[in-house]
């Protein structure tokens, strides 16, 4: 067994990099349709996907539609800046074509059974592997869209999610709080999917197990994650090359 700290930039390296392997490795990236909706997470799978698909080009920078920065930041130049910024929409592969300037609401009709939208988190219930997203839209906004199509065609639902938005608290119950006529701030709708976390990406990528054990840190370690890995020698060795590729990662920036 070995330990590794992991900050958040590098988990969603980590996990871009397993959510492609499978992908690949199933053979679904050429078959299906795969709809990553625009997020931070997200942005690193984008990424890995297009790059398994022959395009070399993909800004991940601005690929978002909300996120959560610090307290002083939205006043700032950078923050007008970012206001400014046009969207140029979410990645649609369609058996391995990049179908540009479309989102998820353009082509979430077509959509057939079997094929899949990855959708990021903001809260994850670890131990349940349950996740939920923070919603600001008045009609629900992309989740709202996935999961009609998600219920209604089968189409499959992936959650990549750092393990740095982990809480303790029931999720419903959340909702419920949230959700309330006299309550202020987004709303929170718990999400039923297929929960993917750094965790699993190690297991993914290597065959060997992992489990968290700490977190935290300073000097550009906040949010970072200890984690415990074992299995075989061969898968060891494996995890430990995948993660000396990761490891250094710079923070997402604006």
Not at 154 to 159: A, N, W
Not at 220 to 231: F, H, T
């Amino acid at each position: 067994m070995f330990q590794i700290n992991l900050t958040p930039s590098s988990g969603k390296k980590l996990i871009a990099l397993a959510v492609s392997h499978y992908l690949a490795a199933n053979k679904l990236l050429k078959s299906k349709t795969i709809v990553v909706i625009a997020g931070t997470t997200n942005g690193y799978i984008a990424e890995e996907l297009l790059k398994a698909c022959g395009y070399s080009t993909f800004e991940k920078k601005y690929f978002f539609r909300g996120i959560t920065l610090p307290p002083n930041f939205s006043q700032s130049k950078e923050g007008r800046l970012l206001e400014e910024k046009n969207f140029a929409g979410d990645v649609i592969l369609r058996k391995g074509k990049w179908e540009k300037n479309k989102t998820i609401f353009d082509i979430i009709d077509t959509l057939k059974e079997g094929d899949i939208i990855l959708k990021g988190a903001n809260a994850l219930d670890l131990s349940k592997k349950r996740a939920a997203v923070l919603i600001g839209h008045p009609e629900g906004g992309t989740i709202a869209s996935a999961i009609k199509a998600v219920i209604g065609k089968r189409v499959r639902l992936i959650i990549p999610i750092g393990l740095e938005k982990r809480i303790y608290d029931d999720l419903d119950s959340i909702a419920n709080m949230l959700n309330s006529p006299n309550a202020q701030g987004p709303r929170f709708f718990p999400v039923c999917g297929e929960v993917f976390t750094e965790l699993d990406a190690i297991k993914t990528l290597s065959g060997a197990n992992a489990k968290l054990i700490a977190g935290g840190g300073v000097c550009g370690a906040e949010g970072s994650v200890w984690l415990a890995i074992w299995g075989t020698k061969a898968q060891e060795k494996k995890a430990k090359k995948i993660i000396d590729k990761i490891i250094n990662e710079p923070p997402f920036n604006l």
